[in-house]
């Protein structure tokens, strides 16, 4: 079956420029994760849905950061403003419930430069 | 809190040996543990967890990992490591999010 899709997997903005980026996961899977992978580091957490609710924001490195979902699907990611550091690649992942044991797929990431 | 470490940055292996790679945990209560490789320019992909039972896990590609209680530790091993294996892993654990580890550098050499 389809895995966690991302789009775009590439995007180059200037800074000062609005983001949207795109997570579609896979059927059936209630909860969503956000993280980001700056070059060279580990993986950080943003943001999780369970449904269409994020009951915890704080992961989100500022108020620039937003984060939606809608008809327990597809979720975008926006980045307000950007600013260089948020050059990254952002992954999003998806499980089947929001159970600590559950197995989390991830999408191949969306790459974004900001110049 | 709960965390995990990567000890090695990096870890060279000869094509044919075994490899482990090193990863311990905390956390308060049952862990959940994962291991996810990431290939270059793509995203990660699930070896293995451990819940709960068997202390030896079995994976993807002919990966395993140990729980080890007492040494509060989750290493990633593989029998006869392949050059295709070359990678970056990350040790994980889960508590409503996954808290990654820093990730190590798999080389192995032809």
């Known amino acids: 079956g389809a895995g966690v899709s991302q789009s775009p997997s590439n995007k180059v903005t200037e800074k000062g420029k609005d983001v949207e980026l795109r997570c579609d996961p896979i059927s059936g899977h209630t909860a969503l994760y956000w993280y980001r992978q700056r070059l060279g580091q580990g993986l950080e957490f943003l943001i999780y849905f369970q449904g269409n609710s994020a009951p915890d924001k704080s992961g989100l490195p500022s108020d620039r950061f937003s984060a939606e979902r809608t008809g327990e699907s597809v979720s975008t990611l926006t980045i307000q403003r950007t600013q260089q550091e948020d050059s990254a690649v952002y992954l999003c992942a998806s499980s089947l419930a929001l159970l600590y044991q559950e197995t989390q797929y991830f999408g191949p990431g969306t790459r974004l430069l900001v110049l | 809190a709960q965390s995990v470490a990567q000890p090695e940055d990096q870890v060279n292996v000869a094509e044919g040996n075994p490899l482990t790679v090193k990863c311990t945990y905390s956390?308060?209560?049952?862990?959940?543990l994962f291991w996810y490789v990431q290939y270059p320019n793509r995203g990660l992909q699930f070896l293995l967890k451990?819940?709960?039972?068997?202390?030896l896990v079995k994976g993807s590609y002919g990966f395993e990992a140990e729980f080890n209680k007492s040494q509060t530790s989750f290493h990633l091993k593989k029998p006869s490591a392949l050059v295709s294996d070359s990678a970056l892993y990350f040790c994980?654990?889960?508590?409503?999010?996954?808290?990654f580890g820093t990730g190590t550098r798999l080389l192995v050499s032809p």
């Open positions: 994980a654990v889960c508590f409503q999010k996954l808290v």
């Open positions: 451990y819940i709960t039972g068997d202390n």
């Open positions: 956390v308060s209560g049952n862990p959940y």
